[in-house]
């Protein structure tokens, strides 16, 4: 045991230490501290100020990714060092062509705007692949996966509450409580969120105990598994399982000298527990069928998107605004809500061939077993050593997270997303040949010009730091504090926040400080204008989130104001929109007058005017949107009703037969709007009975009764009788067919 500890201080590759300059030895130990401070505050953060609760992690990842970007750009130009040099090249080779494809696939995509977001998240998560591969040592691994064990820590004990909760309430004081019933989550948004943490954390683990023998890593995978099991998370399950499976499966024949006299039977008891997980999984999954249900129809509608753009796919972001078009009406009994919106596909694989056509799914595999190849390679010639270990550990852990991908989303949000590009870029670093490279000559630029830069930076800093402190302060002031759990959640904002904002303020104008090339500090001077736009939608989903709970509240008036900020601070977000356009057709005020809080930017209008100009923007973001079609044939019907009773009290014939005309106009957009959201929805009950309506009201029985009896029907594709049962128990199309059966008994008269 001795020897092999005294083997595992001992790198087995000579590393590539970054040249004795103080910048760039600085930018290099801030890269892997911001990098590991980045995954832990993504891996525990967790806030109620927003509608998003998992927003923080994506503002997070975006501001932080911002920030390592930045520090990066600047390390690089300061060593006048290519990370993409002919050396590095062979293995950033698969990573470069997947973005690049990607890349292209997103400027031939059909919408743009709707996608932006994730577009830029995808960016962001290849650039710390690259960064990671390129960048960090043997030793930086080490460092960031202390900062991973420190998250780990912190998440692991907060499950351990949450599942004590579960049996004696009150335990957990924070204000999520019970969200998932008795599912645990703790610090992420979701059970399956959490669930796939466990899985890589699980991973790791395993390799630092059989690295050192020490318990509290064996205490902790232990803890994890329990964990596990209450997430209630079947595909989570069967990822660990087969994330197990590898681990031991490689350590058993590369890694142990006594394994590989028994490694028969390791692999077979191995492929055991696998299986029994798998039958585990399968018995719970019975007890819960509507979640494989949920899944199966997805994925058949996410083939038919396949099959609309086999080549080149409908790019990166645009699955949600897309999938809509090809969604089964299972869906919408499944989610018992008429407005589900299902943002990606249930499975990797899937997606990938959806967004990036056959191509992009290609070169994705590739991608994978490349770097899945050179990690087997790399373990089977390694010394027994520290390398050794975080390699098995960080290969189980991708491994994890890929299987599990193939059944969860996970992958596509911050919580796992970073954490799947970073693994990447680990593995590919530990891979990669070391060698020390020649240290460059730095330049040096004019006392002047550097200081110019310098103050803009500072300034830069100081007016975004204003900035951030003033718009967090507006959140967290409308927070609730009624009880323990809201005044530590907001105690613990506030430390998080300013701990933050003052570690990347110091950070920043330090590496400014240290820099003595003009070039080097540019990334810096565009990092406070960046950020600021990278904070923004945390702010948008705040005033989101007012506005809902002021809607919900039926103050209208107040709602509309909150969505116009939303909409100001995050014009990408098609749903705020959609959401004011909802809330000026209720209002409904026809008056023209200038009201910015109502969207007016240069001249008078009318709630009328303004919904449909919000109504227009969806169509165009996303011409699918389930809900859109609706709430447009909901608007015109108003309008309709509205200038017939104008048409009554008209003083003249002339302005009668205008109103009229302007009525029956209104009626047939309406019509016309609500058969076209049946092409989104098949299945919204209201949809079905203001056809109707509408019917009725131009005197055409048979029509509203073809209407009603569709609705009874439901949709063809649909056989489940548990679906069907709904539509016939809908009580307003009762009453509209008790309605139409006393019009069929009174006699017409002449």
């Known amino acids: 045991m001795a020897k092999q500890k005294r083997a595992l201080r001992t790198p087995s590759v000579r590393e590539n230490k970054p040249p004795l300059c103080p910048a760039v030895s600085f930018l290099h130990r801030a890269l892997v501290h911001a990098t590991g401070a980045l995954g832990l505050l993504i891996s525990i953060s967790f806030f109620t100020g927003t509608y998003d609760t998992a927003q923080v992690k994506l503002t997070l990842l975006h501001m932080g990714g911002l920030l390592l970007l930045a520090l990066w750009s600047s390390l690089k130009i300061s060593q006048r060092q290519n990370p993409f040099s002919r050396r590095n090249l062979p293995f950033l080779l698969p990573v470069l062509v997947y973005t690049l494809w990607n890349v292209l696939c997103f400027v031939f995509a059909p919408l743009h705007t709707e996608a932006a977001e994730e577009f830029i998240r995808f960016l962001l998560y290849s650039s710390v692949t690259l960064l990671a591969a390129t960048e960090f040592t043997q030793t930086d691994i080490k460092t960031i996966t202390r900062w991973l064990l420190a998250a780990i820590w912190i998440a692991f004990l907060y499950g351990v509450v949450q599942m004590v909760d579960g049996f004696f309430p009150g335990v957990d004081p924070m204000p999520w409580r019970g969200w998932f019933t008795k599912r645990i989550f703790s610090t992420h948004a979701n059970p399956n969120f959490f669930a796939d943490f466990v899985i890589f954390s699980s991973g790791i683990l395993g390799a630092l105990y059989l690295a050192t023998r020490r318990k509290k890593y064996a205490v902790l995978g232990i803890l994890g598994a329990v964990l596990l099991f209450f997430t209630e998370s079947k595909g989570a399950w069967l990822a660990y399982a087969a994330a197990a499976a590898t681990g031991v499966f490689l350590y058993a024949n590369y890694g142990s000298a006594w394994a590989k006299k028994h490694v028969k039977k390791i692999n077979a008891l191995a492929l055991v527990a696998a299986l029994g997980i798998a039958v585990l999984?399968?018995?719970?999954?019975?007890?819960?069928?509507?979640?494989?249900?949920?899944?199966?129809?997805?994925?058949?509608?996410?083939?038919?998107?396949?099959?609309?753009?086999?080549?080149?796919?409908?790019?990166?972001?645009?699955?949600?605004?897309?999938?809509?078009?090809?969604?089964r009406p299972q869906i919408f009994y499944i989610e018992k809500a008429p407005n589900t919106e299902t943002q990606h596909a249930e499975?990797?694989?899937?997606?990938?061939?959806?967004?990036?056509?056959?191509?992009?799914?290609?070169?994705?595999?590739?991608?994978?077993?490349?770097?899945?190849?050179?990690?087997?390679?790399?373990?089977?010639?390694?010394?027994?050593?520290?390398?050794?270990?975080?390699?098995?550990?960080?290969?189980?852990?991708?491994?994890?997270?890929?299987?599990?991908?193939?059944?969860?989303?996970?992958?596509?949000?911050?919580?796992?997303?970073?954490?799947?590009?970073?693994?990447?870029?680990?593995?590919?670093?530990?891979?990669?040949?070391?060698?020390?490279?020649?240290?460059?000559?730095?330049?040096?630029?004019?006392?002047?010009?550097?200081?110019?830069?310098?103050?803009?930076?500072?300034?830069?800093?100081?007016?975004?730091?204003?900035?951030?402190?003033?718009?967090?302060?507006?959140?967290?002031?409308?927070?609730?504090?009624?009880?323990?759990?809201?005044?530590?959640?907001?105690?613990?904002?506030?430390?998080?926040?300013?701990?933050?904002?003052?570690?990347?303020?110091?950070?920043?104008?330090?590496?400014?400080?240290?820099?003595?090339?003009?070039?080097?500090?540019?990334?810096?001077l565009l990092l406070p204008p960046l950020e600021a736009a990278a904070y923004a939608p945390f702010q948008a989903s705040h005033f989101y989130s007012l506005g809902i709970a002021f809607y919900n509240q039926r103050n209208l008036e107040g709602a509309i104001g909150f969505f116009t900020k939303a909409v100001t601070f995050n014009p990408l977000q098609t749903e705020y929109r959609q959401f004011r356009a909802n809330v000026l057709a209720a209002t409904f005020d026809l008056n023209k007058r200038f009201s910015p809080v109502r969207g007016d930017k240069e001249k008078p209008s009318d709630d009328y005017t303004r919904a449909l100009a919000d109504f227009a923007l969806v169509q165009k973001r996303s011409p699918n949107h389930a809900l859109l079609y609706h709430n447009l044939g909901q608007l015109y019907y108003r309008m309709a009703l509205t200038r017939s009773q104008d048409a009554g009290q008209a003083r003249s014939a002339a302005e009668h037969a205008l109103l009229s005309e302007e009525a029956r106009e209104n009626m047939r957009r309406a019509q016309k709007a609500f058969i076209r959201s049946l092409q989104s929805d098949p299945v919204n009950p209201e949809t079905y009975t203001f056809l109707a309506q509408i019917a009725l009201l131009e005197r055409n029985v048979p029509q509203a009764q073809g209407w009603l009896n569709l609705l009874r029907k439901g949709p063809s594709v649909v056989t489940e009788s548990e679906f069907l049962q709904q539509n016939q128990n809908y009580p307003p199309a009762q009453q509209l067919q008790a309605h139409i059966d006393n019009l069929r008994r009174t006699p017409k008269t002449k």
């Open 281 to 327: 999984a399968g018995v719970y999954s019975a007890k819960r069928f509507q979640s494989v249900s949920f899944r199966a129809h997805t994925w058949l509608g996410t083939f038919e998107i396949v099959k609309e753009a086999p080549m080149m796919g409908v790019g990166i972001g645009n699955f949600k605004t897309i999938y809509t078009a090809h969604r």
């Open 347 to 524: 499975n990797e694989l899937l997606e990938q061939w959806a967004v990036s056509g056959t191509v992009g799914l290609a070169l994705f595999l590739w991608m994978m077993i490349f770097v899945f190849t050179w990690a087997v390679r790399t373990l089977k010639q390694a010394e027994k050593t520290e390398s050794f270990f975080y390699l098995l550990g960080y290969t189980t852990a991708l491994a994890g997270v890929f299987i599990h991908s193939w059944v969860d989303i996970s992958i596509h949000f911050a919580s796992s997303g970073f954490f799947f590009a970073l693994f990447i870029g680990i593995l590919l670093a530990l891979c990669r040949p070391k060698a020390a490279l020649p240290a460059a000559e730095i330049p040096v630029s004019s006392n002047g010009l550097l200081w110019t830069i310098r103050l803009l930076i500072l300034a830069g800093l100081v007016t975004l730091s204003i900035w951030l402190l003033h718009g967090f302060y507006q959140i967290v002031a409308v927070m609730g504090t009624q009880n323990l759990g809201e005044k530590l959640l907001l105690s613990l904002a506030w430390v998080v926040f300013l701990g933050c904002v003052g570690t990347s303020f110091l950070v920043v104008i330090r590496a400014a400080w240290l820099t003595r090339y003009w070039l080097g500090l540019i990334p810096l």
